[in-house]
Every structure is written in C-alpha cells, then in structure tokens.
C-alpha cells in the first residue's frame, strides 16, 4: 500500500495507501479510500478542487458473482466492497490558477511543458498466468467465439470492438435502449432523452437453447473498454471483478495479486475474474440455469470459429495447425496444468483454462500508439495546434488530470459526478456490504480511445449528459447537477466547477477525441484484428 505525492516533479511514493495529488496544482498527498467499478466516472476528464480521491480498485479477496457480468440490473448482490488497488500519478499540471485557463499558446511553451512524461508502461502480468503466445491465440480464438453463448449469437468480442474503444458499436442502435427514469422508451431520442443504454445480449433462452423471449435483453451498463484493462485492479464499472480471481466452478483462489512496480498498477487477477462472468449470464450469453459443465461439453464437439464469416489467418493458422478441435487446442497450450482433478485429460475444458486464455489475449490490446504517445515522446508534429491547446486545459484549467492521468489517462478510482441520481444505479454502493457514501461511485475509465466510443454514449449508461463529448464536459463545466439537492450532496468534492471559454472547450474535445486514438483500434489492424461475426452485415 502506497502513496504518491508530487510538486512539480512527476512522482513521490511515501509509506501509506495510494492517493493521487493535484490540489491547486501544489504539492499535495493524499490516502486514496475505497471500492471498485464502471463509470459516471466517465469517459471524459472531471475537474477537481483538491485530491481526496474517492475509491481505488477491487480488493484483493473480492469474488465476482456467478452469472453476471453487467447485469440487467446493474448490479451484483454477491460482490464484496473493493479494496484500492495501485494507480497511475497524474501528470505534472500546466502552471497557472486553478480554475482559470492560461492564455492561449497553441503548440508553444505551455504545450511543450507537458512533452515528456512517462510513456505507456510495461504490461502487468500475474505470476500465476504469464505471457504465452499460443496462450494467447487460444484467448482470441475463445474472445471471438459466437459458440460460448447458448445460442450462438454473441461473443466477448461481440460488446468490445476496438473500432468502438473496446466497447460495444451496438449501443448507438435503438435494440440497446432500456427506459429512464419515466418507465418508457422515448419515441424519439434525443439529447434530452433519459432512455439509458447498455449493450445487447441474447434472446431468453432455456437449457436446450429454446427461446424463450422474444427480444434480444439488455444490460444494465454500456460495456466498459477491454483496451488497455489490465492495468486495472479491478474491472466493471463497479469494480465487483477483484485481483484475487477464485476458480468459479471449485472457489479456489488461483491468482492473489501484486503490486506492479513497472506500471504503477497490478499484477493481478482481474481480466481472469472478469472473463468469466458474461459467460454465466443469462441476459449475456447463457440459456437456462448457469452451468460450467454444459458450457464445456458444447465447445469439446463444436468447430472453431464455425459461424464466423471471416477468420485471420493467423487465427485459422493456430485452429487448424494444432488439431481443428477446442480439446486438441486446450491440450496444446495447457498440457497437464490447471487441470481440476489430476485425472482429467490434457484436453479437458474447465472454466480456469477458458480465463487464462481469454485474459492472456485481453493483455496484448495495448493501444499505445495514439498521437499523444508519439507526441509525448518528442513528435511535436504528432497533434494538432488545436489538440495540443486541448491537452493544455486538459490539464490546467479544466483539472482533468487528477482523475485521468496520463499516460493511461485514468486514476484507477471510483467516484460519483452527479449527472444521475443515486437511485437509479446505486454503482459500486450495490455491491454486498457497501457503505452508503459509495453509493454512485463507478470506475474511472481510461480516456484512450474514448473518442471512438462516443457514437454510443458515453459514461456507464451512454444518456442524457453521457450522450456525447460535448454534453459531458458542458456539464463538467458545471461542476455536476447541483441545482438537484438529491444529487448535490453525494458529488465528489473533486468534481468543482471551472471556467472554460467555449474555445478551449471544444480544444479540449478535439483532444480527446483523435488526440488519444489509437489507429490500429480504429481500423482494428493487430493487435485489434479479428474475426468477422456472423451476427455482422
């Protein structure tokens, strides 16, 4: 546990838990306190007073509930309250008054003073699942698997497109729409709208893959970004997904979690404890009552990647180099490790095999090759005069980088912004035995790529002030909805408001969208490539 405190210098780590220190741009320290999650933290920067960061990352211990992922409900009644994990420190802010923007300079002085910070850091990997390229090529063939759902019409990969930042393209279309606060649909949706908007499942289905619905459910959240993830201690919005990941078929704990002294972050077990979770939702891809076994017989006698109407070649090279079957693959990358029962075959499918393999896969998506990356590292061509006056305000006037520190753009932390009311999701606050002062509280995501999530909403329900990148830094701008009494008096003190000319805030925009995209993502070139679905036009 650690702490991290900075004057004009990049980083002090003293004894104590972490905290992320920017308060008025002096020199400031911090305990960070509590919990775990997915986002009115949002995908766009907060401003803050001063740093009493709200939250950390899912605890170590934390057990993600069987058969939700982002539930319906958004919730996960058998979640523990997360502990904080490791975080990134904020950059080194612009110098001048909080609150107020520094002249204009375009890519001159003040821009040049942010250049050289930290770059994108090495990628965290738990001691209990290391690096492995054919380990790694088995979790993408199991990401893009249609087959893992009960009806063949969703996979990972489905909800975390990285033309999409990660996250789901579909939660732009009508079919990701579930009513406001009003109980009902807006006939036609538009800015005002409080329709929120999560991200397309499956159609009910029984055991035999008999539908028993007849709409395609929704759930509760918009999918987070799986780019750039595992640098999170905790995963979903509200974090229910730890570092300790526990076999969810016997509840051994398999990965315990460390610190990462290379990223700041965790080598731990958080994708392993998030992959498994959609797959045992019914509203995500399971039919009937949730079942380990039934999942394993169906993808021991199904073909890879049958349904796919497009496969890579070096997808189809590893499927059909190493026997064309999933128990011939499982044996290939696993041999006799992480069997259950020494007895089982090397070809045996289990649920910790199917995580290790997914979340192999998951940490080779780093999108570090935005314009800011290659910016920060001396291309002062890499943004534009209009994006480097973003990134200016970004993290002068505007404060954002307290919360979304470069160079992964995010604190790890949870906190409430006040652009919804408590009730309507209650974010880490509904986990099991959550205080109430965590009510609201959701992850902060990170910032990269977030542009090409906008077209679907952004923060955690994509509505109303989420509903695109303007309309969340207008309302930032505001310091939240405070003219809402039941709103006011749970917001982050962090989140204050700031004056910003319309100018720079649409500076600020320019940045955030193409300043932080990965190109690789957009065009989903490796490592972002993949299958075309069947489910695709």
């Known amino acids: 546990m650690r702490r991290h405190c900075w004057s004009g210098s990049w980083l002090g780590v003293k004894t104590g838990v972490i905290g992320l220190c920017a308060a008025s741009w002096l020199t400031a320290c911090q305990d960070e306190q509590t919990p775990a999650g997915n986002a009115q933290a949002a995908s766009a920067a907060p401003a803050v007073a001063s740093q009493t960061t709200q939250g950390g990352g899912q605890p170590p211990g934390a057990m993600m509930p069987a058969g939700t992922a982002e539930a319906s409900n958004g919730q996960a009644p058998q979640a523990q309250a997360p502990q904080p994990p490791a975080a990134q420190a904020p950059g080194q802010p612009v110098a001048g008054q909080p609150g107020t923007a520094p002249p204009a300079t375009g890519s001159t002085a003040q821009g040049h003073a942010l250049m050289g910070r930290p770059g994108y850091p090495p990628v965290p990997y738990p001691a209990e699942n290391p690096d492995d390229d054919a380990k790694a090529m088995l979790g993408k063939v199991l990401f893009w698997e249609e087959q893992l ?87 979903f919005w509200d974090g229910r997904a730890g ?34 979770g959609p797959f045992m939702s019914p509203v995500e891809m399971s039919c009937g009552d949730p079942n ?29 180099d190493n026997g064309g079957a999933y128990p011939q693959l499982f044996a290939k990358v696993f041999g006799s490790s992480l069997k259950i029962d020494e007895s089982d075959p090397d070809e045996v499918i289990n649920a910790r095999r199917i995580a290790y393999a ?144 319309d100018e720079d805030l649409t500076a600020m925009a320019e940045f955030l969208r193409h300043g932080l995209t990965d190109q690789r993502a957009q065009q989903e070139a490796a490592p972002f490539d993949r299958p075309k679905l069947s489910s695709e036009p």
Not at 405 to 410: I, Q
Request: include cysteine.
């Open 292 to 320: 380990w076994q039934r999942l394993s017989e169906n993808l021991t006698i199904a073909v890879p990647l049958a349904l796919a109407k497009e496969v890579p070649a070096d997808m189809r090279a590893f499927v059909e």
């Open 358 to 501: 997914v979340a192999t896969y998951e940490r080779r998506l780093t999108s570090d090759q935005t314009p800011w990356d290659r910016w920060n590292a001396g291309d002062a061509t890499a943004l534009t005069e209009q994006q480097v006056r973003g990134y200016e305000v970004f993290m002068g006037a505007g404060r954002c980088g307290s919360c979304h520190a470069p160079p992964l753009f995010t604190d790890f932390a949870f906190h409430y912004l006040g652009f919804h009311p408590t009730s309507r999701d209650p974010g880490q606050g509904g986990l099991e035995g959550a205080p109430t002062e965590q009510q609201g509280r959701m992850k902060t995501p990170t910032l990269r790529n977030v542009g090409l999530r906008e077209a679907g909403g952004l923060l955690h329900q994509g509505d109303g002030p989420g509903g695109d990148m303007m309309s969340v830094l207008e309302l930032y701008r505001a310091g939240g909805l405070r003219e809402d009494p039941l709103i006011a008096e749970h917001i982050d003190p962090l989140l204050m408001p700031f004056e910003m000319s």
């Open 149 to 235: 759902s009960g009806d063949g019409t969703v996979a990972c990969g489905t909800c975390h497109m990285g033309s999409a930042g990660g996250s789901d393209p579909r939660s732009s279309q009508d079919l990701a729409r579930l009513p406001g606060s009003d109980g009902m649909l807006d006939p036609a949706p538009a800015g005002g709208s409080d329709d929120r908007r999560g991200s397309p499942g499956i159609v009910a289905c029984d055991a035999t893959g008999m539908r028993t619905g007849d709409r395609v459910q929704v759930t509760g959240r918009k999918a987070p970004s799986a780019l750039d993830a595992m640098f999170f201690g905790s995963l």
């Open 243 to 276: 570092q300790e990941f526990s076999d969810p078929e016997t509840g051994e704990v398999l990965i315990t979690g460390a610190p990462h002294a290379e990223s700041g972050g965790v080598a731990g077990g958080a994708l392993e404890s998030q992959a498994v």
